[in-house]
Structure formats: structure tokens, C-alpha cells
């Protein structure tokens, strides 16, 4: 049977979700962990291959087996094997035609940043630090011109390979709860980096140094080099995937 | 000069914020950082003295020191010789008669508690999870009768040593963000482990251990054993003193 999981985790002490030669992954502790559980070679399949240090509340990934445990019990047993920084969240049997990145989803994001004049230890793990004020209207401003079917060309490292650099955005917004900035972007897919250059650029816009309508102009552009910095990965969280 | 300084931390990593033989603390690390920045022997006085794990935005100590360093000033140059889960937020002269803890203030603290099916990893450091769904009305309704002056003998810690277990709680509000129910006490002072056995009394409460109006008879009976039990230190963050 083919079996989905919900995956949450701090990504602060993993070198990101795929398996790599060098540093502990996502990907390795699920596969390790339910070859312990269910004596069979397992290679979990991810939705989100978010980069080191990116966390999640909802990252999807499938895998199949032979095993007679039921696929809705698989997910209370592992988190018995798993370290504290990942936690199952739910486990499904899903039909063997499912599959996590090319089945069409919308995807959500936050980008979080605690905008005040010193930082806060509590938060240091899942917040980028950013010292100078942000004008928060501006930065959602500036977030409408990405709403639509665009070219995020402009939003997407240069190293990365994707056919095609079209994508819909349903929602970008910018709120502000005490002293953090929550950039929330729920889209059909997202290119490298996407969400954090989005944010580098909007806190620019926040900063003053962009004007909000010149988020139309490096759209435009389909160039890397005229949007903002890509902003640091502790900062990202992926939120969750909804299936159509 | 005597100086304020207004001090948040993790304190997952810290044996609490009192020096002690075994195990690194808050104090300690201040006195280190002190003494490293002002070349002076600066033993710093605090207002609380944390229990091991609990974290602060807000803990108030005072030092007294010959620098020339402006005392506003001491807080940036110290944050750089601090860990980056103990930031001071503020620091300023005072009267060489304010004291952090015979000064009259009141003291705000924060027990978060993360009440869904599975951990959650990004917030594991500073929520007690707890599975079984709690009503928060009822933790309302329950916590009301912890307001006024009141003797709080059984939420105090047995091997505590007070004068009197007479304190005053001028709110104590229980409410609840997405997943995470936050009980918000605000006191003229609090017996050892109170806070935390308040937490785990409601907790109680809300689990339909105990019905809302026993939280009288709690009161009344001036015994620790009737109380719940003290949660977790984790859960726990002091937010914070205003002097009068």
C-alpha cells in the first residue's frame, strides 16, 4: 500500500529535507526510522524539499510497504522513534496514483521576521532578526503586485533548473502581531528560493530602499539580480499543501 | 552608578538564573559578560530568580559599577558578548535605592500550553504539550477565583521558604491562539512554583478533573496536596516587571 504522511519539524540542526553525502536530513531520519519500524527498505518520497534550516508544520511525503499495520497507526508509532524535531502529524493510505510533488496542490508559506530593536531569544529559532523598522503597508502593497499567473524569474535563484518560471500566487499578505512580520504566500507551486527572495524583497519595500509599485518593475524584468536579497532560511516555515 | 538592565532568555540551556555549583546560569553568564566588558568584579542582583528551563522576555536585575560607558549604551556593547539566547533589551540608571525584588512591582508571567494530537516541533522549547483537549472556558472560570488577595499556601512549592503566602493576583485571563492555550497571570509577587501549579491545577480544570468551583475550596484548604501538580518548567515564561 502506498501511505501519505504529514511531516512537522524544527529545521534548525538538519541540512534540509533531501538526503545529502554530508549533514543529517529529514528525508534519512524518516527512511531510518521506518526501516526500524516496519523491517523493510524504505525511501520515503517528499512534496517539499525545503533547504537546511527551513522548518514545517505540514510537509507531505509518501512511501509504500507490505506491512499489515494500519496506515493510521504508523504515524503514533514512529514519533516513538523519532527525535523531538520531527513529528508525524497524521498517516493515510492514499491510491498508488498519488504522488506528493506532481499531483496539483496549493502550497502555503510564512516568512517571519521580528522587527525590533533587540532580539528576542525566544524566538531566535524560527524568526529572522531585523533591526531597523518596516512599514508594514507598503510591504502588503507591494505583496498585491504578486498575486496572478507571473514569470517569477525575478524570484528565483539563478542556479535553479525548472522548465518553466510561470506561477500563480492565490494570496500574499503582510501582518504584524506585537514585534513579528508574518509573510504569508499560498501559491500552485514555488521556485527555488522563491519565498525568500519574495521576502528580502519586501523587507526592502518595508525599509524604504523600493518603492511598493517597483515590485512590478522587477517582475517585469525577469532578471535575479533586480529584486532583493534572498532573506535567511531560519526565518521560513512551510505551513502545509492542500491536494485538489 | 547602579544600573537596570531589562534581560530576556531561553532558558532551555540554563540550570535557572541563580549561580550554582553545578550547571551553567543566567547570572552567571551576565557576571562573565560584565566583568569581560567593564573590567570591574560585577555581581548582578535579579528580580526573579528563574527555575531551570523557564525562559523570560523581561527579567529586571541590577549592578552597580565605576564605567564611564554611558549606561545606555551597555546594553548593545554587553549583547555582544552574551550567547545569542541571552540578549539584555535595555539598560539605565537608577537611584541607588531601587532594588529589583524589595521594590513594589507587579510581575507578569505566561504558562503556554500546546493542546492538539501530535508535538509540534517549533514550538516544543516554550509549550508543555499536552494531548487530551481542554476546555478553556472552564480554566476561566476556574482562574477567576485566583484574583484578589488570597493566602496561596497550597500553590506553593512544600519546601518553600516565605514569610507569608499572602499574595495579591491582579489577573489571571486563560485564552486560546490556534493550537496554543495561554494562561496570563499578573501578581503583586508569586510563591515558588506558583505560577506553575496554577498551570497544572487548570490544567486539571480543564481536562474535567476538577470542577471550576473547587478551585475554592483548593484555596481554602492552605495545602499544597490538594492542588494539582506543578507543570513542567518549559511551559513557563516570565514576561515581565513594572516598578511602581
Known amino acids: ?16 529535507w533531501q538526503i545529502q553525502p554530508n549533514g543529517v536530513t529529514i528525508e534519512q531520519k524518516l527512511n531510518e526510522a521506518l526501516q526500524a519500524l516496519l523491517g523493510e527498505d524504505i525511501r520515503v518520497t517528499g ?8 522548518h ?10 507490505d506491512t499489515r499495520m494500519p496506515a493510521e497507526k504508523i504515524s503514533y508509532a514512529l514519533n ?16 498508488d496514483t498519488f504522488h506528493p510533488r506532481f499531483s496539483r496542490s496549493r502550497k502555503t508559506y510564512e516568512y517571519r521576521i521580528l522587527n525590533r530593536r533587540f532580539r528576542m531569544p525566544t524566538r531566535r529559532l524560527d524568526t529572522y532578526f531585523y533591526h531597523y523598522p518596516l512599514d508594514v503597508e507598503k510591504m502588503q502593497e507591494a505583496a498585491d503586485y504578486l498575486v496572478g499567473e507571473h514569470d517569477f524569474k525575478s524570484f528565483c535563484a539563478v542556479n535553479a533548473q525548472s522548465k518553466t518560471s510561470v506561477r500563480t500566487i492565490y494570496a500574499c499578505t ?23 527572495i519574495i521576502a528580502g524583497t519586501l523587507i526592502k519595500v518595508g525599509a524604504g530602499e523600493f518603492a ?14 533586480v529584486a532583493g536579497p534572498t532573506a535567511p532560511a531560519h526565518g521560513l516555515t512551510m505551513i502545509g499543501l492542500e491536494y485538489e
Chains 1, 2 share one sequence.
Do not use: H, W
Open 80 to 95: 516513538q522513534r523519532l527525535p523531538e524535531d520531527i513529528v508525524v502529524q497524521d498517516s493515510c493510505e492514499v491510491p
Open 1 to 16: 500500500m502506498r501511505v501519505k504522511m504529514v511531516v512537522a519539524y524544527d529545521g534548525t540542526n538538519y541540512s534540509g
Open 212 to 225: 511598493p509599485q517597483e515590485m512590478q518593475t522587477i517582475l517585469d524584468a525577469c532578471d535575479r539580480s
Open 47 to 54: 512534496a517539499s524539499r525545503t533547504d537546511a534550516g527551513v
Open 174 to 196: 503582510v501582518t504584524k502581531e506585537a514585534d513579528i512580520i508574518t509573510i504569508r504566500v499560498t501559491g500552485n507551486g514555488f521556485l527555488y528560493n522563491m519565498v525568500r
Open 56 to 65: 514545517s508544520l505540514g510537509n507531505v511525503c509518501i512511501f509504500d510497504t
